[in-house]
């Protein structure tokens, strides 16, 4: 039985990470902005057989909570082995690019607030022995693209820290694990066309619970993505450019 805290469990890859788990009876402890939705996940996943669903209305951009979340959920499931870190926004690049604030902002909540998470977590879970984090970053991180570069840009950081976090932690037997999506059709990106490419959460999730199982390192969900992100990336920066990718 797994002792699994997820932030931002309302969004719907979490939701479907938290609905395998709590089927085969782990406990969660849920953290997300949105009190009402919050409490109506956390109804369901009581009612799919978790051993425990505990709730806190969290807001990832106040950095001042991000001990006490993980003090929290450790005293409401009698300990702490999981961490799974998911909440975010999709950037309006557009607007970023007019609004010096708001892309501070998005870099914020996308970026460094998953770096104060995945510190706080990773030294509490090192000082046991033993746990994983599994942070969702994104095929953005891979190569700045001109449609989500200030997106992108937080999850080159994530991908980056969680790189060297992990290195770290290996040697102190904590699991850090990487999640990159691809495009997955969520509330988030309905405004989306959807095409060939695109997973559904409940696709996503097994892959994010089979990651935090095996203790891997780095995952791209689906798998295509990590071909796809490999052309990408080797193309020379002089084509690149002239894509209008």
């Known amino acids: 039985m797994r002792k699994i805290l997820i932030v931002g469990a309302t969004s719907a890859m979490a939701e479907a990470c938290a609905r395998l788990w709590a089927q085969r009876g782990d ?10 939705q919050l409490q109506s996940v956390a109804d369901d996943l009581k009612a799919r057989g978790a051993a425990h669903v505990g709730t806190k209305v969290f807001d990832a951009n106040a950095f001042d909570l991000h001990a006490s979340l993980l003090a929290d959920a450790t005293v409401a499931m009698g300990g702490l082995d999981t961490v799974l870190i998911a909440h ?14 708001y892309a ?21 879970l090192a000082q046991q022995g033993h746990g994983a984090i599994a942070v969702i970053s994104s095929v953005a991180g891979d190569r700045g693209r001109q449609s989500n570069y200030v997106y992108g840009s937080a999850k080159a950081l994530v991908s980056a820290f969680a790189s060297g976090l992990r290195q770290r932690l290996s040697k102190r037997g904590v699991h850090v694990i990487t999640i990159k999506p691809g495009f997955v059709d969520t ?53 690149f450019t002239m894509l209008t990718l």
């Open 88 to 101: 975010g926004t999709l950037s309006d690049q557009e607007r970023a690019q007019q609004d010096v604030g």
């Open 187 to 239: 509330p988030m990106t309905a405004s989306f066309k959807k095409g060939a490419l695109w997973a559904k959460p409940d696709q996503v999730a097994r892959d994010i619970s089979r990651a935090i199982d095996k203790g891997a390192t780095v995952v791209y969900t689906p798998g295509f993505w990590r071909y796809i992100m490999l052309i990408i990336k080797h193309i020379p920066e002089r084509i």
């Open 104 to 124: 501070l902002q998005e870099i914020q909540t996308n970026g460094t607030s998953v770096v104060s998470l995945m510190t706080l977590a990773g030294e509490q």
């Open 27 to 36: 406990k969660l402890f849920l953290a997300a902005r949105n009190a009402a």
